[in-house]
């Protein structure tokens, strides 16, 4: 939506649904079900005390500003705004999770705003832990994005359960569960840092 003519993923949506003869402005427009679907959705989601946001790095301001800022751009379209997708953002920020500062400051930032944690995707490889859901620094940050595409790994799916919604509530591990790609059911125990975490790789710009 930023500058679909230079992002390989907007590329690759526009050649699908021009493939099955769907018209872009089905997903562009607001007087379209897809369209009025997608201009809908939040940057963010607060679900009891918990942040629900794609790269994870929640930036330093109050929850209140947080969404006036993000009503605004959304709303005048202002889509390449670095807010929105800058490289700290909370849509495209990665590899912040590697030190232990910045997670401190982002911990005690949110827990500033009243959350307890928060679920974040757009790194399998988060926490050193591939192709799982996985939780640190005491449940406080989950990541959920398995690697399920085939340049990720093409790992299998998982779903993150929170049975007792109750306990999203509380300032406590709200102790939620995995659904495996095989329909087991697992705890999610916290504790990926008793793994080596590998360094940051350099980007590949060939």
Same mark, same amino acid.
């Given at each position: ?35 009025? @679907? ?13 942040? @629900? ?38 849509? =495209? ?26 679920? @974040? ?8 832990? =591939? ?19 085939? =340049? ?55």
């Amino acid at each position: 939506m930023s500058d679909p003519t230079n992002d390989k993923k907007a590329k690759e949506l526009i050649a699908e649904i021009r493939e099955k003869n769907i018209p872009l402005s089905d997903l562009t427009s607001t007087t379209t079900p897809h369209g009025q @679907f997608l201009h809908s959705q939040p940057l963010a989601a607060k679900v009891g005390n918990w942040l @629900f946001c794609h790269a994870g790095l929640y930036p330093q301001m109050s929850w209140t500003d947080f969404q006036n800022k993000a009503d605004n751009l959304l709303t005048n379209g202002a889509y390449a705004d670095p807010f929105l997708i800058g490289s700290t953002s909370v849509l =495209e920020a990665k590899d912040w999770w590697r030190d232990s500062g910045t997670r401190a400051q982002l911990e005690a930032l949110i827990g500033g705003n009243g959350f307890y944690g928060i679920v @974040f995707g757009h790194q399998p490889d988060a926490f050193g832990w =591939e192709g799982q859901i996985a939780a640190i620094d005491g449940g406080k940050l989950i990541k959920i994005d398995n690697g399920m595409a085939p =340049e990720a790994g093409s790992h299998p799916g998982s779903l993150l359960l929170f049975g007792q919604p109750s306990l999203m509530n509380t300032n406590s591990y709200p102790n939620p569960s995995v659904i495996l790609a095989n329909g087991d059911t697992n705890p999610l125990v916290p504790g990926a840092l008793n793994k080596v975490l590998p360094p940051p790789q350099p980007d590949n710009e060939d």
